[in-house]
């Protein structure tokens, strides 16, 4: 089963707890695991949550991105260093 991470804007973003969760919910439906950076404390400062975040998706085969990531540069790093580095890389949409 791969591992998908799941890449999508969280900073400034009041709803992003439910869009990382439906994607979760998708994409475990089509039989993926995916990753969640939703799970990371709030406490954590952008930095550290950046730092956490890529811990996790480097472990990923691939990443899911959601429709609102280019509004994000935690997202725009997360989806250049995952192409960078071979990830499977697709738009939400796209996972099938």
Known sequence: MK?????????GDPNYKEKFFNETER????????VSPSVIPSTYD???????????MLLCD???????WKKSKGA???????????L?????KDWK
């Open 76 to 86: 725009k790093i997360e989806a250049k260093l995952a192409r960078e580095l071979g």
């Open 62 to 68: 691939g990443v899911s991105l959601l429709p609102n």
């Open 46 to 56: 952008w930095a550290k949550a950046m730092r956490t975040a890529i811990i996790m």
């Open 3 to 11: 591992n998908i991470y799941i890449c999508g804007k969280v900073t």
């Open 88 to 92: 499977d890389v697709k738009e939400s």
């Open 27 to 34: 994409l475990y439906s089509l039989g993926y695991e995916p």
